[in-house]
């Protein structure tokens, strides 16, 4: 499932996939795949993208059920 809740957090703070990976420490190709929905990130690294972006886990993370 794409994670288009992180994407418009980034991109609402004029950020590109490689910024945001740059403050994260991770690559931009690790980015992509998190908002692709390819990729499942670990909780550290969660936490990491939620500091930068100034979002909690829930904001950016947490999937509704239908």
Do not use: H
């Not at 950020?15 to 998190?34: C, E, H, P």
């Amino acid at each position: 499932m794409k994670n288009l809740k992180l994407k418009a957090a980034r991109a609402g703070l004029d950020l590109s996939q490689a910024d945001l990976a740059q403050k994260v420490g991770v690559s931009r190709q690790t980015i992509n795949s998190i908002e692709k929905g390819d990729y499942n990130p670990t909780i550290n690294l969660c936490i990491s993208i939620c500091k930068v972006l100034g979002k909690t886990l829930d904001e950016l993370f947490w999937i509704e059920e239908e």
